[in-house]
């Protein structure tokens, strides 16, 4: 802010802290031992206004700086950035500071927080001493509460919005999450899927490693894509011809999607 800016409290019309409650706060947090000790007093701090904020379920009601060592990557995010992005976001954080924070999950297994949205800010500070130095090697985080499946559909959520996720990355995932236990109604669902995009997503599972290189959007598509889009619209038309509505959750439905309406069918 200029010296003449207002202050956000200002801006806000926020009320003021009691003088006796603000004092016994800065001599709080001013008398610990180093910078570590003082960011861990903050977090405390925080931690106790979380706890009775009207808005603590929302994770970035509760925004705190952990070590790098206690933040782990996933195995499983689809997401990824070209190199001259990759320079883009470490001259981002250079210049501007963190702005957003890393979403995570903690896993008391392991005792450290695993990723679920935010890998390549994660790695612009363990992969920059500099810009570990302005942070005192501590990364920003917001924790979730989410088991592996809500999780893996988290990330792709998260990446689906800002239009970036790989191919291969995503029908692994989509693999993954079938083998879970979840089904197609589930997953088109939590990750905003139409049932055709599910099943062009299955129908290149095993062959994914074909695009490594490419990225997903609703504008490209292979070959097996166009004939499995040829396949759905032949589907549709068959059943109701029969009086059968579609049913994208149907197996028999996605077979012939798949493979084409069999002979003895037609």
């Known amino acids: 802010m200029t010296e003449n800016s207002k202050s956000i409290g200002e801006i806000l019309g926020l009320p003021e802290i009691p003088y006796v409650l603000r004092n016994m706060l800065s001599e709080w947090i001013n008398d610990a031992s180093g910078d570590t000790d003082k960011i861990q007093r903050q977090i405390s701090v925080k931690q106790f206004m979380h706890e009775d904020s009207p808005n603590k379920v929302m994770p970035v009601d509760r925004v705190l700086w952990v070590p790098l060592e206690k933040v782990v990557h996933n195995d499983y995010n689809p997401n990824s950035v070209a190199g001259p992005e990759m320079q883009l976001l470490y001259l981002s954080v250079k210049n501007d500071g963190y702005t957003m924070p890393v979403v995570t999950i903690y896993n008391p297994d392991r005792d450290v927080f695993e990723i679920v949205d935010g890998f390549h800010r994660y790695s612009t500070l363990r992969n920059n001493p500099d810009i570990q130095e302005k942070t005192h090697g501590y990364l920003p985080i917001v924790v979730i509460d989410k088991d592996i499946n809500d999780r893996m559909a988290s990330t792709v959520r998260h990446n689906r919005a800002r239009g970036k996720h790989s191919v291969e990355g995503m029908s692994s995932m989509i693999y993954?999450?079938?083998?879970?236990?979840?089904?197609?109604?589930?997953?088109?669902?939590?990750?905003?899927?139409?049932?055709?995009?599910?099943?062009?997503?299955?129908?290149?599972?095993?062959?994914?490693?074909?695009?490594?290189?490419?990225?997903?959007?609703?504008?490209?598509?292979?070959?097996?894509?166009?004939?499995?889009?040829?396949?759905?619209?032949?589907?549709?038309?068959?059943?109701?011809?029969?009086?059968?509505?579609f049913d994208p959750f149907n197996q028999e439905h996605q077979d012939m999607v798949k493979h084409g309406i069999p002979e003895t069918a037609q």
Not at 215 to 239: G, M
């Open 176 to 245: 993954d999450m079938l083998k879970n236990g979840w089904t197609d109604a589930e997953i088109c669902n939590e990750l905003g899927m139409g049932a055709d995009e599910l099943v062009r997503m299955k129908h290149i599972t095993g062959f994914s490693k074909l695009f490594k290189d490419a990225e997903f959007a609703k504008e490209w598509k292979t070959k097996s894509q166009l004939r499995a889009s040829k396949n759905y619209r032949d589907v549709i038309s068959h059943l109701r011809e029969q009086g059968i509505e």
